[in-house]
T-cell receptor
């Protein structure tokens, strides 16, 4: 079974629209970590955020915000006022347990922002 | 710091050939890992290492060997390449006392084609 599910394969939005990327995870551990990475067309992987299982506070960083809800096992990512530079593939990832040696990625959501 | 470096960037092999993908990091990170990225599959963990002399299998280890003789280097070996190993390979590292909390830093990737 997929430990990290990103049901949205591709999303297209018009510039300046808001967009939310969904991430649902599955784990039996009480200690775990969640991450979002961005992969622009150039191919590198860029770290965006991490969240541990004991911290359900939402976080905002500029136009980016993240909503972590343990009750629904979700860690959604919202981009406000999207820009063309936001076009990329976004991956949600899960690291389980205190060591976090096994790291699971979702299949990614490809976001296209149309000017 | 160069971060995580990978060589080569591109490689074409014939079925049955062997080769080693090189990965090095200069951040004194204990944890290093190898992933493969395939369309629609996200990134999948092949092997990882929590320190020199210690390696373990990830989600898709078959067909790949690793060793970790130094903290800096973590090569990935394909002993007999198969077309199913055509993929983009990423090396990553992370460090810190609470290493499970820390994000992974990724190399630029190696695009491998097996004919």
């Amino acid at each position: 079974a997929q430990k990290v599910t990103q049901a949205q394969t591709e999303i297209s939005v018009v510039e300046k629209e808001d967009v939310t990327l969904d991430c649902v995870y599955e784990t039996r551990d009480t200690t775990y970590y969640l991450f979002w990475y961005k992969q622009p067309p150039s191919g590198e992987l860029v770290f965006l955020i991490r969240r541990n299982s004991f911290d359900e506070q939402n976080e905002i960083s500029g136009r980016y915000s993240w909503n972590f809800q343990k009750s629904t096992s979700s860690f959604n990512f919202t981009i406000t006022a999207s820009q063309v530079v936001d076009s990329a593939v976004y991956f949600c990832a899960l690291s389980e347990g205190r060591t976090g040696n096994q790291f699971y990625f979702g299949t990614g959501t490809s976001l296209t922002v149309i000017p | 710091n160069a971060g995580v470096t990978q060589t080569p960037k591109f490689q074409v092999l014939k079925t049955g050939q062997s080769m080693t993908l090189q990965c090095a990091q200069d951040m004194n990170h204990e944890y290093m890992s190898w992933y493969r990225q395939d369309p629609g599959m996200g990134l999948r963990l092949i092997h990882y290492s929590v320190g020199a002399g210690i390696t373990d299998q990830g989600e898709v280890p078959n067909g790949y060997n690793v060793s970790r003789s130094t903290t800096e280097d973590f090569p990935l070996r394909l002993l007999s390449a198969a077309p199913s190993q055509t993929s983009v390979y990423f090396c990553a590292s992370r460090g810190g006392r609470r290493s499970s909390y820390n994000e992974q830093f990724f190399g630029p990737g190696t695009r491998l084609t097996v004919l």
